[in-house]
Nanobody, 121 residues
């Protein structure tokens, strides 16, 4: 099992910045990909940024150039630096990690409890 704990959410004005952090504990050696998702009221959860194996990162189009995901394997953390925040970025942000593989039948996905980010106009 893997446990994830987010921190760093809050209220910020449009154009401001926030940094989210996620600390992983438990069977961290099994973690493959780590990512950040978000869910706004009345909307489906969506992927925001992914830190893939091999240090490859991918982003949702609307956050490219503004958000940056980083991973520190020594500290077992994944951070999301969010710059030039917009009101439409308001959502609960969730840390995600996965382990195993569908091929081997042992894929598992883990989620943090979520942290609220509110951007005022």
């Amino acid at each position: 099992q893997v446990q994830l704990a987010e921190s760093g959410g809050g209220l910020v004005q449009a154009g401001g910045s926030l940094r989210l952090s996620c600390a992983a504990s438990g069977n961290i050696d099994r973690i493959n990909t780590m990512a950040w998702y978000r869910q706004a009221p009345g909307k489906q959860r969506e992927v925001v940024a992914v830190f893939h194996s091999g240090d490859v990162t991918t982003y949702k189009d609307s956050v490219k150039g503004r958000f940056f995901i980083s991973r520190d394997n020594a500290k077992n953390t994944v951070d999301l630096q969010m710059n030039n925040l917009k009101p439409e970025d308001t959502a609960v942000y969730y840390c995600n990690a996965d382990s195993g593989s569908y091929y081997h039948g042992d894929y598992m996905a883990y989620w943090g409890q979520g942290t609220q980010v509110t951007v005022s106009s």
